[in-house]
């Protein structure tokens, strides 16, 4: 599998792996604390700083590194709650049909008529700023779009004479839709995720800056931009670092997501239109 | 004096993707040579993957998809096309060379009018003047017997039925008034009465024309009405070449024998046809909330017993089966297993009764998820319907592999790993694992080359044999229903024209759909078409 893989594939995996890395170790890695203030604002790099420190004199890498462990941990969590109730729901919408597809299906285009960050934001701005609300709002926006992919890909399968030889035999919703059309449907959704992890990503760092995501002293991405910005007005780079690990996850991600694709896609016997 | 189209030691590669494997080159066509004389007309003929129609493409000099002409000659009038450029071989295609493609369907450009599509080639190379070539196209749907010659070409390729459509393209084909036409499979995705009609247009505008022509085919005993010379293929390779004659009544090869033989095996009907395990009862049927497609359908199985339903696409015969299976619940009448009414839908059926009417279908690829092994496919049912798990399970699982002849070392592999016929056989199996009484078959053999099919037929009819197990066949191909039916219904547009044993569906006096259609099943036989036609025509005359 990996011997056949592309170089584009392999930095992108490389990236992954990096910020995983980092993120799973940031304790242990970070040269100081993640709120820990360890000199003057807005120091430029120097040896000791290697990213330099922020606009309250916190060390830049560290925050940064701790950083990635946030916003990792949010985006993957968000993702796969996203893809639990947008698969699970979508399925049942293509498998069902009838009223219980169009129920489901107008509520979908109900949410997504919202612009996800208005919504989003006007949700936030009223409930509590818990971490697990910021996560299910997340989840809830982003499943919108989970849900019309996974209806798409399995009203394709679910029209397939070995899911109509399973209804036939007298088989439960709960079997067709694990057995028979979750794992034809998998290799499209498995990329499907990788797409929509980068979207959490930048979604929660939009969130952040606007000021409703991880909120301080917590370090997240997002919210270092925001607490740097200004510093650009006068030529201090500190909020491009976070900003660049953002663009950088992002690619790596998208890298590896466009390998899956394309080899899920040219696999014999994959959904059988090889 | 030398030959039209001059085809010497041509081979054809291509180079396969295995997953997980470095790509390889396979051959295709091997060291294949013939001659096609002006006016004549050669038969190409050979199971799917023979590649019958990579050579036909090859007159074109083409190749489809990654394909490669990597050796041999083919000449057209002495010149070598594979040497011409693209700008010569582009003045050949269209103009002196043309295509019939199988699925006219998707040939033709369902935006633009189908006049205007038939004269393009013609026009485009600068053969004929448009309007010279909308009068050819009316002469040529005069000869292809299409309707008022005259408007044809006015009309959108909707607005035609599959037939006409594929005369359509033959004329297409024949209007830049070409020295060579290439046919592949051009009736293979008709009904029997549709192709003879388009059979006898074809040979007609070819006779007409003094066009040659390259007939590519599965079906023997098509080729052998229409051809003067036949060649016989077989993975890439020519297995016999000869006159039409000769390779139809006197084969030499052990594969072309079987290839005229195929089918020809006839189980005797069951004398004692009373008494039935299923009954269909005046039953109504439709989709939706307007077209009925079933009106007051009645017909019954014996125990054991095989009743082919025979008829065109449109008949109503698939529908009849999902009525049987509850997908479809009929609007009035009923349908009896063994005397109980089963109820109309399959959600009130109870998990026995579901279990005592198994179905095969046509596409097996379709029929088995592609990513559950044999194990779980055949398993399942086991475990559904008789909980068997663990030892006793893979042991029965074994059991039934070796019933349908292929053993247990395929025990793991996935459908994409085995042969069409082997797929067919595995779905036999998991109909067999829920031990029913009736298994319903939608044309299990019809996606088949002939002698894989003749192959199921043979294990469908022994299994009957052994485990008095009913069948309901479906099928529109009367040498299938000949060689396994114990009793016959035929159906035309909804309705059950004519029911009961063979020996009388198949006896005259015959209805006259029922004489239509076994008038229309090409025969093994030199001359058999012109015999229909003059028959027709005489009996026209005399009304």
New interface residues.
Partial sequence: ?FK?MPVSAMIGLFGVCFYVFLAVFAPLIAPYGETEVVGGVWLTPTAQFWLGTDNLGRDLLSRLIYGARTTLFIAAVSTVVAFIIGILLGFLAAVMRGWVDQVLSRLNDLLMSIPTLIFALVVLSVLPSELYILILVMAVLEATRVYRVSRAVAADIAV???V??A?????GWGWIIS??IL??AASPLLAEFGLRFAFAVLFLSALSFLGLGIQPPAADWGGMVKDNKDGIVFGIGAALFPGAAIATLAISVNLVVDWLLNRTS???????DG | MASLLSVRDLKIEATAYPPGEPPKDITIVDGISFDVEKGKVLGLIGESGAGKSTIGLSALAYGRGGVRITGGEVRLNGEDLLKKGPRGIRQVRGAKVCYVAQSAAAAFNPAHKLGRQIVESAVSHGIMSKREAEDRARYLFKVLGLPDPDRFGQRYPHQVSGGQLQRAMTAMALCSNPELIVFDEPTTALDVTTQIDVLAAIKAAIEETGTAALYITHDLAVVAQISDHIMVLRHGKMVEYGPVEQIIEAPEEEYTRALVNVRRERKEEARDQEGAVLKIENVDAGYGEGAQVLFDVSMHLPRGQTLAVVGESGSGKSTTARVVTGLLPAKAGRVLFKGEALPAALKDRSRDQLRQIQMIYQIADTAMNPRHTVREIIGRPLTFYFGLRGRKKTDRIKQLLEQIEMGAGFIDRYPAELSGGQKQRVAIARALAAEPEVILCDEPTSALDPLVADGILNLLTRLQAETQVSYLFITHDIATVRAIADSIAVMHRGRVVRFGPKSQVLAPPFDDYTDLLLKSVPEMQVGWLENVLKTRRMESAGH
């Fill in positions: 599998m056949t397939m004479d070995y109509e030889a209804k036939l035999r007298g088989e057995r028979e794992p034809n040219s696999l014999k016997g994959g959904r059988g």
